[in-house]
């Protein structure tokens, strides 16, 4: 963490932090570069697309949720409320300008996330008085409570939906707003503010001895989870028509089966099963209505081998998964010596 | 200079006084002990020190600063820090980072400021992994600082929290058994340490413990709590000859 050397570890070759966050962008932005390609020389369809489309804003959902469930330590079961907040903010945005699409789409996300900020304070302060299954049910009521008044407002569109928002969410937006989750998360966490969360998962009372503002960190940390749901609604809302019932509990569910079974507290659990879990029902859809069971057993089973998820709490860090490689290499042709500087 | 000043402090717990005028001046660097029989009233008086519990009645003065309102993270800012009878690590993080989390209100930068990577964010963590491996320092513990805390064995898990607790730059600490399940080595360990803390920090200690002879070897003072209530206070010598704190421990001999 920050670069800083452990005591004892083999010198590696992406010891500076800089060249760290250089590798991590470069590689990041090398991705990107590749998905974009494929998109638009046609190599890939346009269903896959979308498909590539829907896993980007999962993982941001599963991501975002996962800073207030795993590293929190809280247990909110509303995330599709504010998905939604932030969906209906970004797409009337987006209906109400006329600007181009490069300028209007970035903006209208930004302000999905602002929305889902807002109502995740406003939300957070009152409901973060409780835990675990208080909170689950709080959470869960204020979710519904929002779908519900967005499906009675006029300039939502009501039960019927809102239609005719412009198809923005490309392959790369996508991928973009991704990576800026992921590095706003992951830098949070590794971070004073980041400590502070964590210690009160662990301990609470600790927290508060050590001077720790339990309330403030509870409430920042999940009003910034919201607004990444925001985030991820804006995606969302410019794929497709917005239905107030897309929104409900089980969408809530969905993303925190995610983030359970990638594992609370780790970053790449997370990608990994939003991936899985969004892929995994289109692969079935030969087995017509025995996919859902089929899903459900590949849950259950995770669940009874590995309680903790995929990836427990294990995060990975793309600089030091090279390093190992390359060291691993350097001890292969210089022998054991080749590993010791 | 008097640091801390408790005032008539008392709280009620339905019907049952658990302390009851319960006064204490501190000087700054004194060493105090609190003792008494198990459920006596010592961690209820710590809890009301830290604004856990809220008193009935009295006053708590941190020099001349009054703390009795603050929430309780407020009262470890304001100089006040304490460690746990059970322990309370952050246990799934590294011991370094339980020191920083303690450090936390003595960093300085912002939510965007770490999101960015400013050069503030840089300059104040390398700052704090310093002080945190000089105070992992002081309690022997420097060599761990990338364990995790879960992980460390029982007695260091204790000094951990020593630790933590002088993190936040407190002007009162407060021990709440220390020694418990220390072996006899580790103990004796103690005692030097806790010398070394006061007279490098300049903090005062008040410390509960069960073990007279680290009660008796470090304290300048010491306090005897039964039912809430002092019933003796004096050096260690005075304590150990008094026939009521006998009583209290031992009860009274029969056909006296």
Redesign the interface.
Known sequence: M?G?K??GEPKRLFSSTWSR?LLNVLSAALLCLALVYLSVSRAITPYTSSLIVQIGYNIILAVSLNLAAGFLGQLPLGHAGFMSVGAYAAALFTKSMDLPAMLEFPIAIALGGVVAFLFGIVIGLPALRLRGDYLAIITLGFAEIIRVIINNLEFTGGAIGLRGIPRHSTIAWSFVWVFVTIY?IS??I???????I??IR??E??????????TYYKV?AFAISAAFAGVAGGLYAHTTILLPSNFGFMKSAEILVMVVLGGLGSILGSVISATVLTILPELLRGFKEYRMIVYALVLILVMIFKPSGLCG?YDFSLGSGIDRVFAAIRAKILGKGGNAK | MTVLDIHNLGINFGGLQAVDEFNLAVESGEIVGLIGPNGAGKTTIFNLL?N?YKPSRGSIRLTDEDTLGK????V??SGI??T?QNI??????TVI?NV??????G?R?T?AE??F?MPR??R???K??KTALELLDVLGMR?MA?HTAGSLPYGAQRRLEIV??L??NPKVLLLDEPAAGMNPSETAELLPTLKDIRDRFGVAIILIEHDMSLVMNICERILVLNYGLIIAEGTPEEIKNNPVVIEAYLGQQRGE
């Open positions: 920050g800083v452990k005591i966050y706003a830098t949070l590794r971070s004073r503010h980041g400590r502070a964590l210690s662990e301990d009372i600790a927290a508060e001895a050590s001077g720790i503002s339990t920042i709490r | 830290t856990v929430s309780t993270h407020a470890a800012q820090a304490r746990f309370r690590l952050f246990k799934d993080m980072d920083k989390v303690a450090l936390h209100n960093m930068y939510i770490a999101f990577r964010y840089w104040e963590e390398r704090a992994r060599d990338d933590r607790a993190a936040t």
